[in-house]
């Protein structure tokens, strides 16, 4: 079904070709024409555990002091504009045909890394009562164009948001881990993933990665039940320190 979605999506943009979003021109491809994609500015050189920018690709003192709980973290691009308005439309104005521009260049960035592929894709949950404010959770939405496009489930029953959390920006790093404690929980426990259909390598999937806290508390939660090897991907990291 979302393959069938994706085909329709393409042939009506090629039937009626919309405005790029950035520049205004007319684009059968994608929310961005080819030249305004091209222009998005890369992340590049970083740290492979946390996706923090560096000058060369190596551990960042931050992760040598203490390793996050994912083994690794992939992002497609610097959160600055026009990527952070781009999110923001993503997110706040409901231009969900981003996600499958995002989701392109994501499985492009992937193909250059040549490392196995997850088993299953785990989008960061929204709690259910921003979710019912929101309509949609723009992290799974990008979840579920990279699964068409990979063809690798994404798994809605491993992570729930358990708790309401605040919006956290502007908050000092003490308040934001308060805010965050227990926020997510998975409905399993580690015996229950002990079966054939556990899955041992997780990529958990969110728009933005800004202090790593959410994936790191979120990574945690799944590392609780048994889950081997976790990666975490985003459309857009911020090079905030941590
Ligand atoms: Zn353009
Ligand atoms: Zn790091």
Redesign the pocket.
């Known amino acids: 079904m979302p393959r069938c979605r994706q085909y329709i999506t393409q042939r009506l943009r090629q039937a009626f070709p919309a405005p790029c979003l950035l520049c205004h021109v007319r684009s059968i491809n994608s929310a961005l024409c080819d030249d305004c994609t091209d222009d998005l500015p890369q992340l590049g050189l970083?740290?492979?555990?946390?996706?923090?920018p560096?000058n060369l690709q190596t551990?960042?003192?931050?992760?040598?002091a203490k390793p996050?709980v994912q083994d690794s973290?992939l992002s497609l691009y610097h959160y600055s504009p026009p990527v952070s308005t781009l999110i923001i439309a993503l997110k706040h104005h409901d231009q969900r045909t981003l996600t499958d521009l995002f989701a392109d260049e994501f499985v492009k960035r992937l193909a250059q890394n040549k490392v196995p592929s997850p088993d299953c894709l785990v989008a960061i949950p929204l709690h259910p009562e921003r979710l019912r404010q929101r309509g949609y959770n723009q992290a799974l939405e990008f979840a579920r164009a990279l699964s068409t496009r990979l063809d690798i489930p994404v798994r809605l029953d491993l992570l729930d948001r358990v708790k309401n959390t605040p919006i956290q920006a502007g908050l000092s790093l003490k308040q934001r881990q308060q805010n965050m404690r227990h926020a997510f929980k998975s409905p399993f426990v580690p015996n229950a993933m002990r079966g054939k259909n556990a899955p041992q390598h997780i990529a958990l999937v969110d728009d933005v990665m800004t202090t790593?806290l959410t994936f790191n508390i979120a990574a945690k939660a799944l590392r609780d039940i048994g889950v081997n090897h976790i990666e975490v991907w985003s459309i857009a990291r911020t090079s905030n320190a941590?």
């Open positions: 970083c740290c492979p555990h946390c996706a923090t560096l551990t960042c003192g931050a992760c040598l996050p973290s790593g941590k």
